[in-house]
């Protein structure tokens, strides 16, 4: 927070309060509505609405981070809780308190160990799929809130309440905007405006209720909500922290997964410099308060922090000012909040998940990558069939093993030398000459305990492939390192290629990789020479017979 108050200059200051408003505007029919899929009780979502963005803003790096609830993150504390006790009760409400407090303190506990890195075992195309499988989750159940009665039962007021707001919220997000800049709004304005169609249309529906007497039709609302702030208290079951523990790390390093991706994005686009390991202090604290005043894990949400950004956000003040609305709001009489019936919120909820149902990803990866389509895939089936912490684990799990599989089957090249240069390349890319006797392969991976059989096994099929070799040279310019498990390996290369009259040579060994090697006994009994550049074992080693 000093940092960004040191640099805040007066004319930031109209950005920072229309952000403000606009969020805040945003934030009570949303945290109401993920506090729901929570299995929450309405205002606890504004609770988590008011100390978390303001603890963020002391330690955060990103002027547009709008963190507070987010619908992933609400079906996984639903999901995380929800053996361990019946959603609503006193005691959940104080386990995801507890679960918002352990999350944060691994959150914490990460920025202070500098260990940010951590993201990058989660690929983004696993990541994909897990978004696409929550929101298919998150849509389905609210389906019976949408309609009034669990399918194949309908409550017909609930349900026409609930499709006319989830069509005029669909309306809303696809025609919208197009419609206000073509009255003449600014393009920024007419954006904002169509975020603001949740909020108008939660108005109108809680308006009707009175009006039409929808609850003495049976159209379940949110009831009462109290007035007044939350209160800074520590409510925890010391029977339940160790069964909180793991779903607890998921949830915080998804938390940071989520956060990260979308403060990046808008970070690029003002040249800003995020620190992670400050994003995970600042992303710790927000949980801690969150638990500190009865809510429940918080994190950046993507729509609300691109919201906060088109409306002018310049600071972390923008978040500050929401904060103290909602704030605000609880102070102010809490009667109207009571009557929002839960048909709407649903139809917010669904339109809202409906947005993250992006098919980008699996397309360009199903066109680039087959192996990243299908952990993807994998991924969004693994949380639709087993549940949303198992859905994690299958991702971390196939994104490492997706690594892995690569790293265990390197790629190959036999090189040939262009015609009349000293580049060399591989043959089935390039037109290239090969020389009798002499055979060139480029290992383009490190060489590590994963790899070190199927490497030997493609030079062998190789060697078997060009009879009459004597000279087989390893060109390394793409290992970056050989671990103890390959150098033995190199070792028994060498002594069989010995055995059978055919040298062993290396190329373009990086500096690294020699430093280490120069510590073992390959080097003293490699069966051939060093060479500096592919062209000059080409030189030496070539009979002079060039084979087209």
């Known amino acids: 927070m000093l940092h960004w108050l040191r640099h805040y200059r007066r004319a930031m200051l109209p950005g920072d309060i229309s952000a403000g408003i606009v969020v805040a505007m945003m934030m009570i029919p949303q945290g109401m509505a993920y506090a729901l899929v929570a299995g929450l009780p309405p205002v606890v979502g504004i609770y988590a609405s008011i100390v978390p ?25 639903a999901s995380s809780l929800a053996p361990l006790a019946a959603a609503g009760s006193p005691l959940y409400t104080t386990l995801a308190a507890q679960l918002a407090l352990l999350s944060g303190l691994v959150l914490l506990a990460c920025g202070l160990l500098r260990i940010g890195f951590i993201a990058n075992f989660f690929s983004r195309p696993v990541m994909s799929g897990f978004t696409i499988g929550s929101s298919i989750v998150i849509a389905l159940g609210q389906l019976p809130a949408l309609l009034g009665a669990r399918l194949p039962a309908v409550h017909l007021p609930s349900a026409v309440l609930g499709l006319a707001s989830l069509s005029l919220l669909l309306l809303a997000r696809s025609r919208l905007a197009p419609l206000l800049r073509r009255l003449g709004f600014k393009p920024v304005t007419a954006d904002i405006g169509a975020k603001l169609a949740p909020m108008v249309v939660v108005l109108g529906a809680t308006a009707l209720v009175p009006v039409l007497g929808l609850e003495a039709l049976g159209v379940h609302t949110t009831g009462r909500v109290p007035a007044g702030l939350p209160f800074l208290h520590l409510a925890a079951s010391n ?4 069964a909180l523990l793991q779903p607890a790390l998921l949830i915080g390093f998804m938390v940071f997964l989520i956060s990260m991706s979308g403060a990046q994005t808008l970070a690029l686009k003002r040249a800003e410099k995020l620190h992670s390991n400050y994003e995970l202090i600042g992303l710790g604290a927000a949980n801690v308060g969150s638990a500190l005043t009865g809510g429940f894990p918080v994190t950046g949400s993507i729509s609300r922090s691109a919201v906060n950004f088109a409306a002018g956000a310049n600071s972390q003040l923008a978040s500050l000012i929401t904060a103290g609305l909602l704030a605000l ?18 139809a917010t909820i669904i339109v809202a998940v409906l947005g993250m149902l992006d098919t980008t990803t699996l397309r360009t990866a199903w066109r680039y990558d087959r192996v990243d389509a299908a952990a993807l895939l994998a991924t969004a089936a693994g949380v639709l069939a087993l549940g949303v912490e198992a859905g994690v684990v299958v991702g971390v799990a196939l994104s490492m093993g997706a690594l892995i599989w690569r790293a265990s089957r390197p790629h190959i090249a036999v090189l040939g030398r262009i015609p009349g240069t000293e580049h060399f390349r591989n043959i089935e890319r390039y037109t290239a000459d090969t020389a009798a006797g002499l055979l060139i392969l480029r290992v383009d991976a490190q060489l590590f305990f994963g790899n070190t059989e199927a490497v030997n096994e493609r030079i062998e099929d190789e060697i078997a492939a060009h009879p009459g070799t004597r000279h087989l040279v390893l060109v390394l310019s793409a290992v970056n390192a050989i671990d103890t498990s390959a150098l033995f390996a190199l070792a028994e290369l060498n002594a069989t290629l010995r055995t059978r009259g055919i040298g062993l040579h290396l190329a373009e060994v990086k500096g690294p990789v020699m430093d280490r090697l120069k510590h073992s006994e390959l080097l003293g009994a490699l069966n051939g020479k060093l060479f500096l550049s592919t062209a000059m074992a080409w030189n030496e080693l070539s009979s002079g017979e060039v084979m087209q």
């Open 53 to 77: 963005p303001a603890l963020y803003a002391l330690f955060g790096t990103s002027s547009t981070q709008s963190v507070g609830p987010m619908a992933i993150i609400s079906l996984m504390t």
């Open 239 to 242: 029977a339940h922290w160790q």
């Open 329 to 346: 709001a609880l102070v102010a009489p809490t009667g109207w909040l009571a009557l929002l019936p839960l048909p709407t919120l649903a």
